[in-house]
């Protein structure tokens, strides 16, 4: 019998359930892995917006590390919200003792606009974290924050500002190309998985919906868990790139708020 891997998330909170440790924990549970938490900090949100954000200490965090790593054999980790550099530098050690997948999806910006991280902390990320993990997923206004350029506006700008982040330190990259303004007539989204030794492009219809919240959160959860089960990041990512296109052609099935909705992370059940 095959054992199910136990995969990590270390993120904030989103009460709405569309984005953060809720869609998350989801996602792992959806594409066939069990789902753990440890929770970097509380946000008040809903599908219009972030009102308030308060974190949690960075001793509270690296407690809960250390409980579950004290029991718990953990077979993948998936970070997003950290806020501050304390905690950042609190699950450092973490990182660089464990031997698994590693997915950092940088989480800078709200979807609504609202700032996640502070310059120090953004700092922090790209010396300290960036050369720990195994891949990162950056959209592309992230990608132009850790390169410190403008945003990317043509593919061939996004595989530039990729291979900026190889030599920052990164081990593999997935640039997220859901942002790239596109000319008429042009109906794919494509995002660029760019590692040490090549790349590959992968691309998808656009799908015109408002049900977009917690898109990244879902789509590193998915990479995270489908790499633990098989070992192989280019098919982890093209399977997770599967998983969230029915997630988010689904979404319409939901109506949760009166903003940005979330995908529909259990499309296959139900």
Not at 25 to 35: C, D, L, N, P, V
Request: proline share 4%; hydrophobic share 45%.
């Amino acid at each position: 019998m095959t054992k199910i891997k136990n995969l990590l998330t270390i993120a904030g909170s989103d009460p709405s359930g569309g984005a953060g440790i809720q869609a998350d924990i989801k996602t792992f549970s959806a594409t066939g892995s069990y789902g753990m938490s440890v929770i970097t900090g509380l946000t008040a949100q809903n599908t219009q917006g972030v009102q308030a954000i308060h974190p949690v200490p960075a001793e509270f965090v690296k407690a809960q590390l250390d409980s579950l790593f004290a029991d718990i054999q953990i077979d993948g980790i998936k970070i997003g919200m950290l806020g501050d550099a304390s905690i950042m530098q609190a699950i450092v050690p973490t990182l660089r003792d464990f031997n698994g997948p590693i997915v950092l999806d940088p989480v800078m910006v709200a979807k609504g606009g609202a700032s996640l991280m502070s310059h120090t902390a953004a700092q922090t990320l790209i010396e300290v974290l960036l050369p720990l993990a195994g891949l990162v997923t950056p959209n592309l206004p992230e990608m132009a924050v850790l390169v410190g350029q403008a945003e990317a506006q043509s593919q061939q700008q996004m595989q530039q500002q990729a291979e900026q982040l190889i030599k920052l330190g990164a081990k593999a990259v997935l640039a997220k190309g859901g942002h790239l303004v596109v000319g008429e007539g042009v109906r794919e989204s494509s995002d660029l998985l760019i590692m040490q030794d090549g790349f590959h492009w992968f691309s998808a219809p656009r799908i015109e919906t408002a049900n977009t919240h917690g898109t990244g959160c879902t789509l590193g959860s998915a990479i995270c868990s489908y790499w633990a089960q098989t070992a192989d990041l280019p098919s982890a990512v093209a399977q997770a790139k599967t998983y969230i296109q029915g997630a988010i052609e689904h979404a319409n099935q939901l109506k949760v708020g009166q903003g940005h909705g979330p995908t529909h992370h259990f499309y296959r059940v139900f």
